[in-house]
């Protein structure tokens, strides 16, 4: 595919400047950061986790603190390790990210609200859901001050606070947000956009949780029929939504 097309040629791209260039070269570091990218989107995530790792060593070495490449690839190397199930180390290096950004940054710069979004949503991963909440109704409040109503992220920031807010119970509070954010989406987001779709099974999943089965099966059978369409039989996402389906279904001939 063209991710393993890409890998090949980043690979090569990397052989040749490390017998040509000198490690703290600019350009070594960011075709390795390229590379490791190419490694996660493969799912070959131990590979990107090592290079990302030389990578930051290099950069703790070589650039200040508050350098934004040194922050941008710890970030990346968070993912990664979030990814690979590594989720202390994960929180460790967001908190990192975000106490460095918080101290350089001002408080409504996109750079600062990622980092903290991130953190809230591995924070989530961990177990440390009160943390996730009070981090997400914070990037929500300025989110909502500084972008317009239908930004990506601030629709992303609503969608990880909902996510919390069910996690403690706050179903409620949860179907408002998961409302908005899902007319939103409607309105600049295609139907089979994956946003969407996840909008929308959370949205179903909170209406289940409240007692609204006949209105969480209906948004299921839309969100199966699209994803029926667009991804593979075995797709995590896919079945993920069948199975919700199937467990309300059955709720449902129960009562």
């Given at each position: 595919g063209q991710v393993g097309k890409a890998i090949e040629l980043l690979e090569h791209v990397v052989a040749v400047q490390q017998t040509v260039l000198a490690e703290e070269h600019p350009d070594q570091p960011a075709s390795l950061h390229e590379l490791a990218r190419a490694y996660s989107e493969d799912r070959q995530v131990r590979k990107a986790i090592r290079l990302l790792e030389h990578i930051t060593a290099v950069g703790q070495r070589l650039l200040p603190e508050e350098h934004p490449d040194r922050l941008i690839t710890q970030q990346v190397l968070a993912e990664a390790y979030e990814t690979d199930g590594q989720v202390?180390?994960?929180?460790?290096?967001?908190?990192?990210?975000?106490?460095?950004?918080?101290?350089?940054?001002?408080?409504?710069?996109?750079?600062?609200?990622?980092?903290?979004?991130?953190?809230?949503?591995?924070?989530?991963?961990?177990?440390?859901?009160?943390?996730?909440?009070?981090?997400?109704?914070?990037?929500?409040?300025?989110?909502?001050?500084?972008?317009?109503?239908?930004?990506?992220?601030?629709?992303?920031?609503?969608?990880?606070?909902?996510?919390?807010?069910?996690?403690?119970?706050?179903?409620?509070?949860?179907?408002?947000?998961?409302?908005?954010?899902?007319?939103?989406?409607?309105?600049?987001?295609?139907?089979?956009?994956?946003?969407?779709?996840?909008?929308?099974?959370?949205?179903?999943?909170?209406?289940g949780r409240d007692g609204q089965v006949q209105r969480a099966i209906e948004l299921l059978e839309h969100v199966v029929a699209v994803k029926q369409r667009v991804l593979r039989e075995d797709h995590p996402e896919r079945l993920k939504s069948q199975s919700l389906l199937a467990t309300f279904a059955a709720k449902r001939r129960r009562s």
């Open positions: 202390r180390k994960a929180v460790e290096l967001q908190e990192r990210v975000v106490e460095v950004r918080e101290r350089v940054l001002a408080e409504e710069h996109p750079e600062r609200l990622k980092s903290q979004h991130a953190l809230a949503v591995v924070y989530l991963a961990d177990g440390q859901v009160r943390k996730a909440i009070e981090l997400l109704e914070h990037v929500v409040a300025v989110r909502q001050i500084v972008l317009v109503e239908d930004h990506p992220s601030r629709l992303a920031s609503k969608h990880a606070l909902a996510f919390a807010y069910l996690a403690v119970g706050q179903v409620r509070k949860a179907i408002e947000l998961l409302e908005h954010v899902e007319v939103r989406q409607q309105m600049v987001l295609a139907e089979e956009h994956p946003d969407r779709l996840a909008s929308q099974h959370e949205l179903a999943r909170a209406y």
